[in-house]
Every structure is written in structure tokens, then in C-alpha cells.
């Protein structure tokens, strides 16, 4: 036995059902059409009955039946473990126990059906069954209120929902991603994304007292020149040709930001994982060892590098940058529902496949982020994605002038990016 279910659903059931569809097809990527959605039963009795480990293009599994109604929730996801991909997505649903009240006065009334068997558990003894298997959260869903859908009111109640996470102990139901904890991860290789402009006194130094003998896996360098006035492009080339024993490709950018620039060098990349490098260096190279133990342990699937969680070196971070960081790491954490310490750190690691789907969301949103780092963390929070801060050390820049000029503009910019994404998120209720 699988499920305690009928044939037969309720009035109710289906309504919610309707709704979890809507909310999945509603906030759907162009990218994200490899996902199954199992509606009942059968459906879920022939998935499992199949082996889909080697079809690596299945990227989600959304359950639509309550794991309340299971007859054994850790089989079945030890079941799922078993057959699937180490990159799959599970996404599951269950039913507050604060609602078990109305459940048994609507069970009275006869509006809804398969009540007694069910198993209503609070959010600590899912925690439980997950401890119990290879899967852990990577996202929570926490603003879907109501079971139906009722005109202007849902829309209403769950606007409130978003706006005031603490009314989630109140929700209907709770709406969870899940990923796998333990995978098989083979030798990765990595791209090293370089995005420069005008940085032709630090080239030199990036290849020669950085990467060789420094770092512990396989890689490759990927330097974009961003429309650069200075020599950085024949420094680049020359470095390039005096160290043949470095896989080094180099690439020209739109000259249109740093976001731009690190898209062209992503799609110029072949590594299983990319790893983005600010070319002043105030990231040394040698802690990239540090992102690439965390990937290769699966301790997430988007690791981000914080500058703010250590003693900040003298000289290296501007007062009103500092605080700036600050301010916008508290905005972007409420927003995406993840904390991040430091949104603002150019230092970040992830599956290049994810890359496109990031790219998916800045076109579906509409999203003009100069510097590319909000877009992405909003983006892999969209997706479902566990994003984990790295700490790192944050040295002053030796050589050249920071980018970050013309800091208000730069604020307005972040702060459109924020509201935009805010409106989305929280307004129209849509992260999921």
C-alpha cells in the first residue's frame, strides 16, 4: 500500500490540487519543462516501478498528493532516492496540523474524504523523516494560506502570507523542495570566470603567483575582456602563450557590466561547475579550494562567498560599502527567504547548467542587474536551489581602480533590482 486514497476526491482536494498545479505552472522557467507531476495513485505506483538514474534530463518530481496520505513516507522516498538522478529535485506537500480542526469539522460535514487514515505531523516530525533518508530542504514554501481559490480574497490573504512570514505557522499547507544530501560526485572540472576591465596590472599576477600549485582541481581559466581601453587584452594573450600548462581561453565581452560579462564567459565554458573571480584579487585563488570542497561534498548547490562574516582587512572595503552590504544583504534575504550575509561578494560557485536557468529568470523579470550578483541569488532561490555563505578573507586591491564608481547610481540600481524582484515575490505571490 502507497496511499490512503480513493478514487473519489473531495470537493476540496481537487480545489487544492488546482491550486499547487497553478502555482507550479504559473512560476515555471522556459528552461524548467524536465519535471514530472504525479497527480495520483497510479501515476506514483508506475514512476516508481521504473529506473530514471540515467536520465539525467529529469531535473523535478512534484508530488501532488499530501504526504499525509502515505501509508510510509520514508520508503517512498528512499524508493525515489534509488531510481532517480543525484541532481533531482523533489517537490512535496503536507498539511499543517493547525488546520486538523477544520479537517474534522469538515469531515463531519462530509466535505472531505480519506480523513481518518491520514496523519497530520507538525513540521519537526518531517524533519524527522528526513533525517531518516538521503533527501534535505532546500526550499521552503511558506505563503500558500488557503486550500481554494476565492477572488481577490486568496489573492489578498496570501499577499499578507509573504509580507509577514511569521503567519506561515497558520498556512494551509506546507510546500517543500528537497534535495539529495549524500551523491556520488566524480572529478569535476571547473571554469574559472574572470570578468576584467582595465585590469592590466593585475593579469600578471592572477596567473603567476596565483594559480599554479595553488588550487587542487581540475580547471580551466576563462578571461573576458570587457571592452577594456588599456592593454589588458595583449596581457591577457601574452599570459596566455607563456603558460601553455593552463588550459586558458580567452573571450571578449559586450562591454556592457559585469553581469554581461561573466554570461559570455559561462557560455565559453565547458567545466561541470563555474566559479566566478573578481580580477583584483581581494579573493585570493587559492580559497577557491574552499568552494570546491563545499561542491564536491554537496553541502549546496550555489555557494557563496561572504567577506563580512571575518574581521575586514584595513583599507579593503570602503565604510559606506560595508554598510551598504549590510543593508542590501538584509533586503535580499528577506525577499529570497534565505540568509545571505554578503550579496554584494563577486566570489560565487555554481552548476553551469543552473546558469541558463538564472538567465531564464533575469528575462522573464526583466531584471537589468549590472553586477549580476542579486540575480543570481534570487534566481537560484526561484529554482529551488540550497545556497550556503562561504566565509572568505577580503585583502585590499594591489593594482588598478574598483568598479564600484559611481555609487549612487549603483545603489538606485540594486534598489530597482530589489523592488522589482519584491513585487514578484511578495505582491504577486509567486515564489515557488
Known amino acids: 500500500m502507497i496511499l490512503f486514497e480513493n478514487e473519489k476526491k473531495s470537493f476540496f482536494r481537487k480545489k487544492w490540487e488546482d491550486v499547487l498545479i497553478d502555482h507550479i505552472d504559473t512560476n515555471q522557467l522556459k528552461s524548467d519543462e524536465k519535471k514530472i507531476i504525479l497527480k495520483n495513485k ?14 539525467e534530463n529529469l ?4 508530488i501532488i498528493p499530501p504526504l499525509n496520505n502515505f501509508y510510509d513516507v520514508i520508503k517512498l522516498m528512499k524508493k ?6 543525484d541532481n533531482i529535485i523533489l517537490v512535496v506537500n503536507f498539511f499543517s496540523k493547525s488546520w486538523l480542526p477544520i479537517f474534522k469539522v469538515f469531515s463531519r460535514l462530509d466535505f472531505i474524504k480519506n480523513y481518518k487514515d491520514s496523519l497530520f505531523f507538525s513540521e519537526n ?6 533525517e531518516a533518508s538521503n533527501f534535505e530542504v532546500s526550499k521552503k ?9 476565492i477572488p481577490i480574497l486568496s489573492n489578498l490573504i496570501n499577499i499578507l502570507f509573504s509580507l509577514l512570514p511569521f503567519l506561515s505557522l497558520f498556512s494551509f499547507s506546507k510546500i517543500y523542495y528537497l534535495r539529495k544530501k549524500k551523491v556520488n560526485k566524480k572529478d569535476l572540472l571547473i571554469s574559472i570566470i574572470i570578468p576584467c576591465k582595465n585590469e592590466e596590472g593585475n593579469i600578471k599576477n592572477i596567473i603567476k603567483d596565483n594559480f599554479k600549485n595553488k588550487l587542487s582541481f581540475n580547471y580551466e581559466v576563462i578571461f573576458i575582456d570587457d571592452d577594456s581601453t588599456d592593454k589588458t587584452l595583449l596581457i591577457m594573450q601574452e599570459e596566455k602563450n607563456n603558460n601553455s600548462d593552463i588550459q586558458i581561453k580567452i573571450v571578449n565581452g559586450l562591454g556592457k557590466g559585469k553581469s554581461r560579462a561573466v554570461d559570455v564567459g559561462v557560455r565559453n565554458s565547458n ?3 563555474c566559479m566566478i573571480l573578481d580580477a583584483d584579487i581581494t579573493v585570493k585563488v587559492e580559497d577557491l579550494d574552499l568552494f ?3 561542491i564536491k561534498n554537496n553541502n549546496a548547490d550555489l555557494i557563496n562567498g561572504s ?7 584595513k583599507k579593503s572595503m570602503r565604510t559606506l560599502n560595508y554598510f551598504g552590504n549590510i543593508f542590501f544583504s538584509i533586503i535580499v534575504s528577506y525577499i529570497s527567504e534565505k540568509y545571505v550575509s554578503d550579496v554584494l561578494c563577486g566570489t560565487k560557485c555554481f552548476k553551469r547548467k543552473s546558469w541558463y536557468k538564472y538567465e531564464d529568470f533575469r528575462n522573464k523579470y526583466q531584471l537589468n542587474d549590472i553586477w549580476g550578483d542579486f540575480n543570481i541569488i534570487f534566481a537560484s532561490s526561484f529554482i529551488g536551489e540550497k545556497i550556503i555563505d562561504l566565509p572568505v578573507r577580503y585583502y585590499e586591491r594591489v593594482q588598478g581602480e574598483s568598479k564600484m564608481g559611481k555609487r549612487f547610481l549603483n545603489f538606485l540600481n540594486m534598489m530597482k533590482v530589489c523592488l522589482q524582484v519584491f513585487k514578484c515575490f511578495k505582491l504577486k505571490n509567486k515564489l515557488i
Open 271 to 273: 567545466g561541470d561547475y
Open 141 to 149: 514554501i511558506k505563503n500558500i494560506s488557503m486550500p481554494i481559490k
Open 307 to 313: 567577506r563580512l562574516i571575518y574581521k575586514v582587512e
Open 80 to 85: 525515489i532516492d534509488e531510481i532517480t538522478n
Open 125 to 130: 516530525i518531517f524533519r524527522i523523516f528526513l
Open 292 to 294: 570546491y570542497n563545499a
Open 42 to 55: 497510479v501515476e506514483i505506483e508506475n514512476f516508481l516501478k521504473e529506473d530514471w538514474k540515467l536520465r
Open 59 to 62: 531535473e523535478k518530481i512534484v
